[in-house]
């Protein structure tokens, strides 16, 4: 009993607003830890390595770690599927499981197909199973917003995320270490998804308990997955703003792993244990922010987080061989800071904007626009960082004009935004105290 208790206090933020919000927060809480260690077990380095064993190409390599960001832009299709239906929890549990088990089904490729198709199989697995995920994504987000207290939220959020966090820090690290030694790679991949798979179920009976919430129906049109969105200007404001920040963000930061690697020549231990001190900061720092969005609005915490990633751009600017392991540590803290704010002040300020019915047109257009955002700001910063090759006189000058642009264009962005939403902001009642 008082490891329940304990835990209850870990995730559960007290609320008298809705009936069952201690049992919802808890069942969220596990739901996301179940989707975390399965996506650490199935993507990331381990999906790229994965496909490296299989013979991918560096450029082939790097284009699949893109692709569950591609696979965003379905979202834009996803308010015709929600918006069709009342009782969303068996579908998105049927999703889940079609997505997943596609993504984890890539170990058995090398064992069914011949080489020159494999790489192929792949990408195609790989991309149609993110796009399951992401549609089932958009329901998930609304389900959770529809159960959480809305003045709950920004604390809730952070100790959720904060516990992911936690879970970063060892999990990558223990299965590393088991896929460097174990003597067959292809064995090894395929216990892990294995061991995914179960916590794919897990999620799954997770969701079945939490409440059903219906939602009201509405006839939908094709076209409505842009006119709806952009009937409301606020929003659409709202989401070229976010678009033009990823721009801004990703024209430099997409190149940083090379930056750091390839020419600022910096160990794996020593990035590895930046992340590290990364993710032990912003489970600090999810909580202070989560703290201010509950009292001054969440707003308030895009609006200042963005401002850190401007100083997080700025050391970027100054680095040099010289001052490199310094600064990178002060680069670190702006970048917990900074990451911390904005995943909790972006996830719920759109929110904020959207009207009851809807609600899945609106976020599919948002998560369309970021995948977007995302894939074309690393063509964009590679056209610019090529043209900056010729400059001479100052070290690494490519990167470092380049950071530069991204600074001065993030900054740019922050003014003209507060600007234009100065007569129009969200009127938030401080509900904390």
């Not at 380049?402 to 509900?431: C, P, R, W």
Request: hydrophobic residues 55%; aromatic residues 14%.
């Amino acid at each position: 009993m008082n490891i329940i208790h304990t835990l209850k206090r870990l995730i559960v933020i007290e609320s008298d607003i809705k009936s069952g919000s201690e049992r919802t927060q808890i069942l969220f809480t596990l739901q996301n830890i179940f989707a975390v260690v399965y996506g650490i077990l199935t993507g990331g380095v381990f999906l790229t390595g994965f496909a490296v064993l299989l013979g991918a190409s560096d450029e082939v390599a790097g284009f699949i770690t893109l692709l569950p960001s591609m696979a965003g832009i379905v979202n834009i299709f996803s308010g015709l599927i929600w918006e069709k239906i009342e009782r969303r929890k068996k579908v998105i549990i049927n999703i889940l499981y079609i997505g997943k088990v596609l993504i984890s089904a890539v170990v058995i490729i090398p064992f069914l197909l011949p080489k020159s198709v494999q790489i192929p199989t792949l990408m195609v697995m790989v991309f149609v199973g993110y796009s399951f995920l992401t549609i089932c994504a958009v329901a998930i987000n609304i389900w959770f917003m529809n159960l959480v207290p809305q003045d709950k939220r920004g604390r809730y959020f952070a100790r959720r995320q904060s516990i992911s966090l936690i879970i970063h820090l060892f999990l990558p690290i223990i299965a590393g270490r088991f896929i460097d030694n174990v003597s067959d790679k292809y064995t090894g991949f395929l216990i892990m998804n294995t061991i995914a798979m179960i916590f794919l179920i897990a999620e799954n009976m997770t969701f079945s308990y939490i409440e059903e919430v219906e939602i009201k129906r509405t006839a939908s049109k094709v076209l409505d997955i842009i006119r709806v969105p952009l009937s409301n200007r606020k929003f659409v404001i709202y989401t070229l703003y976010i678009f033009a920040f990823y721009v801004m963000l990703y024209i430099s930061c997409a190149f940083s792993q090379v930056y750091m690697i390839k020419y600022l020549s910096l160990s794996y231990i020593f990035i590895n244990v930046l992340s590290v001190v990364s993710a032990m900061l912003q489970i600090i720092f999810y909580n202070w922010w989560g703290r201010l969005g509950d009292s001054k609005g969440h707003e308030f915490v895009l609006n200042w987080s963005i401002w850190c990633f401007v100083a997080f751009l700025g050391s970027w600017v100054v680095i040099n061989s010289k001052n490199v392991k310094y600064l990178m540590l002060l680069n670190t803290i702006f970048g917990a800071v900074a990451n911390a704010g904005f995943a909790i002040g972006v996830f719920n300020v759109r929110y904020l904007m959207m009207p009851e019915e809807g609600k899945s047109f609106y976020e599919g257009f948002f998560g369309a626009s970021v995948a977007t955002a995302l894939i074309v700001s690393p063509i964009i910063g590679g056209f610019i960082k090529r043209s900056l090759s010729v400059i001479d006189g100052l070290e690494f000058a490519e990167f470092r004009i380049l950071y530069f642009i991204s600074m001065v264009g993030m900054t740019i962005l922050q003014l003209v935004y507060m600007f234009i939403d100065k007569k129009a902001s969200i009127k938030h009642e401080n509900v904390y105290n």
